[in-house]
């Protein structure tokens, strides 16, 4: 039996792409990726998960990542009424890499509140006969959805440092992060708009730009 894993990474940042990714095992692999102890990609620190990234890629039989380009977000986000928002965005990429591994059963991790309603979001689109089991804390629960969380928080990590290698230290891109507000901030003042890959659709971006607009911008 073929089974998938996958998960996203940056859903909710500001600044950069949100990163979706998928992994294929079979059961013949599957005890060499428990040997791994894979777990949660925020509960592993950037040096691990490049390591655990490379020791994956080795062990699983395929794998595929999307980076999905803030403009697209904030299309979905802005027209949620026409296009069903983030959550569809997301269900739709899962559905994609689906496709791509096609395999009997697919470990989801669920982003929105209704684990039916994300599944349903996923089935409408993907192409494949496959069992979906679609959960919330799935990259908790299996190993193989930790292994795809995992690919897929440094996938979006290595977007984000080539932003770094461009613009300068913008932080996480997570407006709880001081250097991503700072960086922003900034940016504004200088330019009096945002870069190409900063979701605009996103409140505390839309507020800092009114506060530009009415000369308060000293508030963030």
């Known amino acids: 039996m073929l089974m998938a894993g996958l998960d996203d990474a940056g859903r909710g940042a500001a600044i950069g792409p949100l990163a979706v990714a998928g992994v294929l095992i079979d059961e013949e692999r599957y005890p ?8 949660d990609s925020k509960l592993l620190t950037p040096e ?5 990234e490379v ?12 980076l999905i380009a803030p403009a697209k977000v904030d299309y979905f986000v ?19 890499i689906i496709d791509l591994l096609r395999p009997d059963v697919a470990y989801v991790d669920a982003s929105d509140i209704s684990t039916e309603r994300f599944k349903r979001y996923i089935a409408e689109k993907v192409g494949s ?22 690919l897929a928080k440094v996938a979006r990590d290595a977007a984000i440092e080539d932003l770094k290698r461009k613009y300068g230290d913008l932080g996480s891109g997570y407006m709880a992060d ?17 870069p190409d890959f900063v979701r605009t659709s996103w409140k505390p971006i839309k507020r ?8 308060t911008l000293d508030r963030f």
């Open 32 to 39: 060499k990726l428990l040997e791994l102890r894979v777990k």
């Open 48 to 52: 691990k998960r490049r390591e655990l």
């Open 55 to 66: 020791k994956i890629k080795r062990i699983t039989l395929k794998h595929q990542v999307l």
């Open 78 to 96: 802005s027209r949620k009424s026409e296009t069903g928002g983030l959550n569809r965005l997301e269900a739709y990429a899962m559905a994609e």
């Open 129 to 150: 006969k496959v069992k979906l089991v679609v959960e919330h804390k799935a990259d908790s629960k299996y190993p193989i959805v930790s292994a795809a969380s995992i």
């Open 178 to 194: 001081p250097k991503t507000v700072r960086f922003l901030r900034e940016y504004l003042i200088r330019k009096g708009g945002f």
């Open 208 to 215: 800092m730009l009114e506060a530009s607009r009415n000369s």
